[in-house]
């Protein structure tokens, strides 16, 4: 054992004080680079991890330049007779810079982790950024954080080249543990340098060892309390509640004409809507999700204007922008968001309206709990919940706002089939007793026909219909409106006389009600809608033969060709929807079998 132990306490304080300084600049920074989309973001990014892959002693050599006697930082302290070259805080700045780039770099990893929607949330849940920082954000880095510190730590503590240029290796005074086993050695002193060695692997490793126990703990005890489940909460009937008509009763509206241009997508919609919910209907891509965005401010339109209740939240002639925090605007987004770290109380208190009392938060809260059927959940958190609690939690908790517009993005898709059919009890009751407006998106055209009475049709980022539902589904105005309703049976049709029109991929003649004569360009009918019949004399009656089956289990789909018997599985014309009782009662009979397409059925189409 060495008799001076000095390089280990130099060793300690410049590597704790280059820890502490990196651990409040490398968390800035990454923070700051997260949300950074100026430019020049790859040369600042080169910058900071430099010091990462920069032999060292070019780093020290660099540093050497700038804090020596002729350097711009060692000519503003001349005349405070003060130097940092040769002294232990070269040491300590030295490690501090090769130790940045290890803590702004996991740090970074941690932060860009965060799924963005919780931030998104918080913003639409009024939060300032600051809240968004200190109760978001680095809380859920922490992890990550405390890794990084621990990286940085142990850079730190064995930086030698940097050390060497700038403090120099004077014993008592910058020798640290790294010269200190590289002198040893020099000397030939190997049991020394053993030693140091020893010291520097047991410090270092110990607080890395340290770090993964505390995560191995920690994911533990978050797998332990992830299974108790509540299970029984979603057999319940929901009871409709005071809680959502906390909106006033002044008149709401949403007026909406925004066009947003992405670089493979042009978004340009116009639209006006009430108190009755509106439901955007279209496939995936379609715009549903981003003019949802564009209303909660978290997208900015390109050009275009907004307005609810009045309000304008959005124009771009006036250069009106208002943030998502001052939207007054609920955001139920597609996986939940709900903040990981906080509790189900947490949660919901969050969304509460600033300035409230301790007391008054709880009785809030208690009262969004049982209005929602969570009570007693309060005090866990959201991975200790079903999916069908994490949504009422969700939406609870966008109520608590006491939002002005409601937006619902697909809440359902997370679901299974029987958790999602109550589930739909318990918006539909919502949405009736909500005051103000609500925007419900979803692919799924019975889920939009049974919660929607207004419907939204989108097709590549253009509005194609916009109506009540049941004009939509009895009188789609195209082909692509049809097939998002379900409109499975399509044909080119040409217009014979004023009831009448060739269907041309069909090779039949229809009797027709009344046909845009103007925009006529196809026909179609629904598969549910075609009538078997016994009788070939009725109009827009014709033989057919069965290709093949598709079975469900209530219901089987016959894939039918008229006129003819099919010549391969793929030589059908329509595609009929049936009962199984239907099904039992014309299987067995000869060929061809008769079908009618119902004048008052037949869909006409542009």
């Given at each position: 054992?060495p008799?001076?132990l000095?390089?280990?306490?130099?060793s300690?304080?410049t590597?704790?004080?280059?820890?502490?300084?990196?651990?409040?600049?490398?968390?800035?920074a990454?923070?700051w680079?997260?949300g950074?989309?100026?430019k020049?973001?790859?040369?600042i990014?080169?910058?900071?991890?430099?010091?990462?892959?920069?032999?060292?002693?070019?780093?020290?050599?660099?540093?050497?330049l700038?804090?020596?006697?002729?350097?711009?930082?060692?000519k503003?302290?001349?005349?405070?007779?003060?130097?940092?070259?040769?002294?232990?805080?070269?040491?300590?700045i030295?490690?501090?810079?090769?130790?940045?780039?290890?803590?702004?770099?996991?740090?970074?990893g941690?932060f860009?982790?965060?799924?963005?929607?919780?931030?998104?949330?918080a913003?639409?849940?009024?939060?300032s950024?600051?809240?968004?920082?200190w109760r978001?954000?680095?809380?859920?880095?922490?992890?990550?954080?405390?890794?990084?510190t621990t990286?940085?730590?142990?850079?730190?503590?064995?930086?030698?080249?940097?050390t060497?240029?700038?403090?120099?290796?004077?014993?008592?005074?910058?020798?640290?543990?790294?010269?200190?086993i590289?002198?040893?050695?020099?000397?030939?002193?190997?049991?020394?340098?053993?030693?140091?060695?020893?010291?520097?692997?047991a410090i270092?490793?110990?607080?890395?060892i340290a770090?993964?126990?505390?995560q191995?703990?920690r994911?533990k005890?978050?797998?332990?309390?992830?299974?108790q489940?509540?299970?029984?909460?979603?057999?319940?009937?929901?009871t409709?509640?005071?809680?959502?008509?906390t909106?006033?009763?002044?008149?709401?509206?949403l007026?909406?004409?925004?066009?947003k241009?992405?670089?493979?997508?042009?978004?340009?919609?116009?639209?006006?809507?009430?108190k009755?919910?509106?439901?955007l209907?279209g496939?995936?891509?379609?715009?549903?999700?981003?003019?949802?965005?564009c209303?909660?401010?978290?997208?900015?339109?390109?050009?275009?204007?907004?307005?609810?209740?009045?309000?304008?939240?959005?124009?771009?002639?006036?250069?009106?922008?208002?943030?998502?925090?001052?939207?007054?605007?609920?955001f139920?987004?597609?996986?939940?968001?709900?903040?990981?770290?906080m509790?189900?109380?947490?949660?919901?208190?969050?969304?509460?309206?600033?300035?409230?009392?301790?007391?008054s938060?709880?009785?809030q809260?208690e009262?969004?709990?049982?209005?929602?059927?969570?009570?007693?959940?309060?005090?866990?958190?959201?991975?200790?919940?079903s999916?069908?609690?994490?949504?009422r939690?969700?939406?609870?908790?966008?109520?608590?706002?006491?939002?002005?517009?409601?937006?619902?993005?697909?809440?359902?898709?997370?679901?299974?089939?029987?958790?999602?059919n109550?589930l739909?009890q318990?918006?539909?009751?919502?949405?009736?007793d909500?005051q103000?407006?609500?925007?419900?998106?979803?692919h799924?055209m019975?889920?939009a026909?049974?919660i929607?009475?207004?419907?939204?049709v989108?097709?590549?980022?253009?509005?194609i219909?916009?109506?009540?539902?049941?004009?939509?589904?009895?009188?789609?105005?195209?082909?692509g409106?049809a097939?998002?309703?379900?409109?499975?049976?399509?044909?080119?049709?040409?217009?014979?006389?004023s009831?009448?029109?060739?269907?041309i991929d069909?090779?039949?003649?229809?009797?027709?009600i009344?046909?845009?004569?103007?925009?006529?360009?196809h026909?179609?009918?629904r598969?549910?809608?075609?009538?078997?019949?016994?009788d070939?004399?009725?109009?827009?009656?014709?033989?057919?033969w069965?290709?093949?089956?598709?079975?469900?289990p209530?219901?089987?789909?016959?894939?039918?060709?008229?006129?003819?018997?099919a010549?391969?599985?793929?030589?059908y014309?329509l595609?009929?929807?049936?009962?199984?009782?239907?099904?039992?009662?014309?299987?067995?009979?000869?060929?061809?079998?008769?079908v009618?397409?119902?004048?008052l059925?037949?869909?006409?189409?542009?």
């Amino acid at each position: 054992m060495p008799v001076d132990l000095s390089p280990l306490w130099i060793s300690l304080k410049t590597s704790l004080l280059a820890t502490f300084i990196t651990f409040f600049l490398g968390i800035a920074a990454a923070y700051w680079m997260v949300g950074y989309r100026g430019k020049g973001k790859s040369l600042i990014e080169s910058i900071f991890v430099a010091p990462l892959i920069l032999p060292p002693t070019v780093v020290g050599f660099l540093l050497l330049l700038f804090f020596g006697k002729n350097g711009p930082l060692g000519k503003l302290m001349e005349p405070f007779n003060f130097s940092i070259v040769f002294t232990w805080y070269g040491a300590a700045i030295a490690a501090t810079v090769v130790s940045f780039p290890l803590m702004y770099k996991t740090a970074l990893g941690a932060f860009e982790q965060i799924d963005g929607n919780l931030l998104r949330v918080a913003r639409t849940l009024g939060a300032s950024e600051s809240t968004i920082f200190w109760r978001i954000s680095l809380p859920l880095a922490v992890p990550g954080i405390l890794a990084a510190t621990t990286l940085a730590f142990a850079r730190a503590l064995g930086e030698f080249g940097a050390t060497l240029m700038l403090a120099g290796n004077i014993p008592g005074q910058t020798q640290t543990i790294p010269m200190a086993i590289y002198f040893a050695v020099e000397a030939g002193a190997m049991e020394e340098a053993w030693f140091w060695a020893i010291a520097i692997m047991a410090i270092s490793l110990s607080g890395i060892i340290a770090v993964n126990f505390w995560q191995e703990v920690r994911d533990k005890r978050g797998q332990g309390t992830g299974e108790q489940r509540g299970g029984g909460g979603e057999r319940e009937l929901f009871t409709q509640h005071s809680l959502l008509s906390t909106h006033n009763s002044l008149a709401v509206g949403l007026f909406v004409d925004i066009e947003k241009r992405l670089r493979s997508f042009h978004l340009k919609v116009s639209f006006d809507t009430n108190k009755e919910p509106l439901g955007l209907l279209g496939g995936s891509g379609a715009g549903k999700s981003i003019i949802l965005r564009c209303l909660a401010g978290i997208e900015t339109p390109t050009k275009g204007r907004i307005v609810l209740n009045g309000r304008v939240l959005f124009d771009s002639e006036q250069g009106i922008n208002v943030p998502s925090r001052d939207r007054r605007i609920g955001f139920l987004v597609q996986n939940y968001a709900l903040f990981p770290h906080m509790s189900v109380a947490q949660n919901i208190a969050f969304g509460l309206p600033k300035g409230l009392s301790a007391g008054s938060i709880r009785v809030q809260v208690e009262d969004q709990l049982i209005a929602m059927q969570l009570q007693g959940l309060g005090d866990r958190y959201p991975h200790q919940l079903s999916g069908g609690q994490q949504q009422r939690v969700a939406l609870a908790r966008a109520l608590a706002s006491q939002p002005e517009a409601l937006l619902l993005d697909e809440p359902f898709s997370a679901l299974d089939t029987h958790l999602r059919n109550q589930l739909e009890q318990q918006m539909t009751a919502t949405l009736t007793d909500y005051q103000g407006v609500a925007l419900f998106v979803t692919h799924n055209m019975e889920e939009a026909y049974r919660i929607c009475p207004n419907l939204l049709v989108l097709e590549h980022g253009k509005a194609i219909h916009y109506g009540s539902k049941y004009d939509i589904f009895e009188h789609p105005a195209t082909v692509g409106v049809a097939q998002l309703t379900g409109c499975k049976n399509f044909s080119r049709a040409t217009l014979v006389s004023s009831q009448q029109l060739e269907a041309i991929d069909w090779g039949c003649r229809l009797q027709v009600i009344e046909p845009n004569t103007d925009k006529l360009s196809h026909v179609g009918i629904r598969a549910h809608q075609i009538v078997f019949t016994n009788d070939p004399s009725q109009i827009n009656t014709f033989p057919c033969w069965l290709v093949s089956t598709s079975e469900t289990p209530h219901r089987m789909t016959l894939f039918l060709k008229l006129h003819s018997a099919a010549n391969n599985l793929q030589d059908y014309h329509l595609q009929a929807e049936v009962f199984k009782e239907k099904w039992a009662t014309i299987k067995d009979k000869s060929f061809p079998w008769y079908v009618r397409l119902d004048p008052l059925r037949l869909i006409v189409m542009e």
